[in-house]
C-alpha cells in the first residue's frame, strides 16, 4: 500500500512538473488566434455554464423594463458593446474578427433571446474569462446593466420605436462620456 500511495504522489509531482514547464517554455499556446487545446472549450462552457447557474440574477429582477429603460439600453449597447457585437447593419470590424477562437456573437444573426435575463445580465456584468468579454460592473450601475439586458432581450423583433431606430441607424448616439481617470497606484504609495 505504502508503495503504491507513494508512486501516486510522485506521478502527481511529475505531471505538476510537466505542466509547470509546458507553461514556463511557451509550449502552452497563449496567442488569440491559435487553436484552443484539447478539452478547452469543453472546461470553458462547463465552468461558465456552472457559474450562471450558481451566481446569476433569480426574477424578480430589481428593475422592470420600461420603453425608455430599452432604449437607453440600445444607446449603451451602441457605446459599449456594438464594437464587439454589431448591429443591425453591421458586419464583424477588425476588433470582433481579432480576438481568435471564441469569434463574439454578431446580434444581427445570433440573438439572445432565448437566454434567462438573469444570465445576460451576469455576463455584461461580470465578463467571460478568456473570451474578450469585458466585465462592465465597475463602469455601468446595475440600472444601465439592466437597460442593456432588456434591450438585447428584445432584438430585433420586440423593440420598442425609440430602440428600434437606435438599432437600426446606431450613428445617431453619441459616443460614451470618457470615464474618469483611475487612481494612479504609484502616486498614492507615495503618500503612505
Given amino acids: ?6 508512486g501516486f504522489v510522485a506521478a502527481l509531482v511529475v505531471l505538476a512538473l510537466v505542466v509547470f514547464a509546458a507553461v514556463e517554455t511557451g509550449v502552452v499556446p497563449a496567442r488569440a488566434d491559435g487553436p484552443p487545446l484539447p478539452g478547452e472549450r469543453w472546461a470553458a462552457r462547463t465552468s461558465l455554464n456552472a457559474t450562471i447557474a450558481r451566481q446569476a440574477p433569480k426574477p424578480p429582477y430589481p428593475f422592470p423594463p420600461t420603453d425608455a429603460d430599452v432604449a437607453q439600453g440600445a444607446t449603451l449597447y451602441v457605446q459599449n458593446c456594438a464594437v464587439c ?14 480576438l481568435g477562437v471564441v469569434q463574439p456573437p454578431q ?6 433571446s432565448d437566454d434567462p435575463e438573469g444570465e445576460t445580465y451576469w455576463k455584461i456584468e461580470h465578463g467571460i474569462r478568456f473570451t474578450g468579454m ?5 463602469s455601468l450601475d446595475q440600472k444601465s446593466i439592466w437597460q442593456i439586458t432588456y434591450f438585447m432581450k428584445r ?11 437606435i438599432w437600426e441607424n446606431p450613428s445617431q448616439v453619441a459616443a460614451p462620456t470618457p470615464m474618469p481617470a483611475l487612481p494612479d497606484p504609484k502616486r498614492n504609495a507615495a503618500k503612505r
Fill in 134 to 138: 469585458p466585465a462592465y460592473g465597475k
Fill in 1 to 6: 500500500m505504502r508503495g503504491f500511495i507513494g
Fill in 85 to 98: 457585437h454589431g448591429t443591425a447593419n453591421t458586419t464583424p470590424n477588425a476588433v470582433a474578427r481579432g
Fill in 155 to 165: 432584438v430585433p423583433d420586440s423593440l420598442p420605436a425609440a430602440a428600434k431606430s
Fill in 107 to 112: 446580434f444581427n444573426k445570433h440573438g439572445v
